[in-house]
């Protein structure tokens, strides 16, 4: 009947709409059987995560980067069994490919010429190596990010205990 009803269960109600309107930060809950966190805490009581809630973060995060790696878009193969992917060049770059795919290459498409160029420089430069080079990098950066948090967290549970002071 009025707007402002003092009913406590009415209160409540609302107090989790609240919550759920902001995304940062945001708790969830995970529910598992007896195996699964008798695994959990192996890797607590190894020293390998401080809690569960670091474990839980570290796998969580992980899943994300390997289907977000796993999920990138692929584009459409045409009928010969080729990607066309567009090319930014300077006009005077791609003066020259034109005059060396007319003069040298005998009339094949410039658009050839730059695939067996990008065919050439994979093999040469191994590109298919750097990228998996710099995956891993990200991927040690990750986890030592994660360590360094772990510790960091240590050294402040050890700062409230008294051990260590600043």
């Known amino acids: 009947m009025f707007d402002n009803d003092s009913d406590p269960t009415k209160v409540r109600a609302r107090a989790p709409q609240a ?87 005998n009339g094949r498409p410039v658009r050839d010429i730059l695939a067996e160029i990008v065919r050439r420089g994979e093999m040469e430069m191994k590109v298919h190596e750097l990228v998996h080079r710099a995956r891993a990098t990200v991927r040690e950066a990750v986890e030592t990010r994660t360590q360094v948090g772990a510790l960091s967290e240590s050294g402040k549970d050890l700062e409230r205990k008294g051990v260590v002071g600043r």
């Open 19 to 105: 919550r759920r309107e902001e995304p940062e930060d945001a708790r969830i809950a995970l529910r598992c059987n007896r195996k699964e966190l008798r695994l959990v805490d192996s890797f607590v009581t190894s020293g390998e995560f401080p809690t569960r809630s670091e474990l839980m973060r570290a796998a969580l995060h992980a899943f994300l980067r390997s289907h977000a790696m796993s999920t990138a878009p692929t584009p459409p193969v045409d009928a010969e069994g080729f990607v066309e992917v567009p090319v930014r060049l300077r006009p005077e770059e791609y003066a020259a490919l034109e005059t060396y795919a007319q003069h040298v290459a």
